[in-house]
């Protein structure tokens, strides 16, 4: 099997989606609504739902010592500004090992940023987003899907609504299979999900987007059914993550499973989410590829991610991923 897949070209994983530099915050804990708080440290660094994924998906296809291992090629298609953040960005995605060819420079608008607290008690996170260059990225953009045409793309909704249906649309008619993060969650219309292959989201996601409560989504005996209001729309397979919890995952044609979280010390959760799109995405182009299998060597990587703090930094490369 080795060998015929050595035989096999690089499959391409695209990722279309936001930029952002992170201003990461530690604190004791977070603020209350009117409350003042010093921060421990503040932190600035390579970020964005869109990035993250990218950075995941290159860093765990090799090792620190940039040995690929075959996985899959990695492009990033997006938008920053021409400043410090932008220049951050770029040099980040270049050095996880990221083809940056499809990200534009925006002369007239600035990088997008996150403004992320973290309490330092619980690793837990809030973040708030000013989409910057990200809303540059606009529907006529995307008439097509930019060549050279991916094995698999991945999207989430940090750019434009309208921007990211065009995209679906576009993807579908062309043929290619999508894994859609819908992160942070909006209401999608029906045709967002129709022949989606994989859905990739967590607990509050799958609340927004099922009409199911967080506490009924945790309820072991409702996520099933859950689950299968995607089914239904026409997602093929459908993931959801819990955090410390776990995984749970099923595919329309009946297949399903839980697998628990690793147990680690939790120091940030940042990009925790984007570490196991990555990591799912480098199973899922593979031609024999197995939802288990995907959901656990995802669950592996993104417990590395949460022992550090920051979002791309913190992402593990192939060879820092422990045992599934
Ligand atoms: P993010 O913080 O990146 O927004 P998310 O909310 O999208 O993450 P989560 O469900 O919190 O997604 O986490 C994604 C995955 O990361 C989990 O399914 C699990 O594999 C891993 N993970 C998250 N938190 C922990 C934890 N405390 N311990 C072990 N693994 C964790």
């Avoid at 290619?176 to 967002?192: G, H, V």
């Avoid at 989606?196 to 989201?201: A, E, G, T, V």
């Amino acid at each position: 099997m080795a060998s015929h897949e050595s035989l096999l070209p690089l499959r391409l994983i695209t990722i279309i989606g936001s930029l952002n530099a992170d201003i990461t915050t530690y604190t004791s804990r977070i603020p209350s609504g009117g409350e003042t708080l010093h921060a421990r440290s503040v932190k600035t660094g390579a970020g964005g739902k869109g990035g993250n994924q990218a950075a995941a998906c290159a860093k765990l296809s090799r090792t620190r010592n940039d040995v690929n291992n075959g996985s899959a090629d990695i492009r990033m298609i997006g938008a920053v500004g021409n400043d410090q953040h932008g220049q951050l960005l770029l040099n980040n995605l270049r050095a996880s090992g990221v083809d940056i060819s499809g990200i534009t420079i925006q002369t007239e608008i600035e990088t997008g940023v996150a403004i992320i607290l973290v309490e330092e008690s619980t690793g837990e996170n809030r973040i708030l987003l000013n989409g910057g260059a990200n809303y540059s990225l606009s529907p006529s953009l995307f008439v097509t899907i930019p060549n050279p045409k991916p094995s698999l793309l991945i999207l989430q909704l940090e750019i434009p609504l309208q921007t990211t249906l065009q995209i679906l649309k576009a993807a579908r008619e062309a043929g290619i299979e999508i894994l859609l993060n819908p992160a942070p969650a909006i209401e999608l219309p029906a045709e967002a999900y129709a022949n989606l292959r994989h859905l990739i989201l967590n607990e509050t996601e799958a609340s927004i987007l099922s009409g199911y409560s967080v506490e009924q989504i945790k309820n072991d005996s409702l996520l099933p059914i859950a689950a299968r209001v995607f089914h239904s729309r026409g997602v093929h397979n459908v993931v959801i993550t819990l955090g410390s919890q776990g995984v749970f995952y099923s595919q329309d044609a009946g297949l399903s499973g839980f697998v628990k979280a690793k147990k680690v010390e939790v120091v940030d959760t940042t990009a925790a989410g984007d570490t196991f799109v990555g990591a799912y995405a480098l199973e899922a182009v593979k031609v024999d590829f197995d939802i288990d299998v995907a959901v656990r060597k995802a669950n592996a990587a993104a417990a590395k991610t949460v022992g550090k703090r920051g979002a791309q930094v913190a992402i593990p490369w192939a060879d820092e991923v422990g045992p599934i």
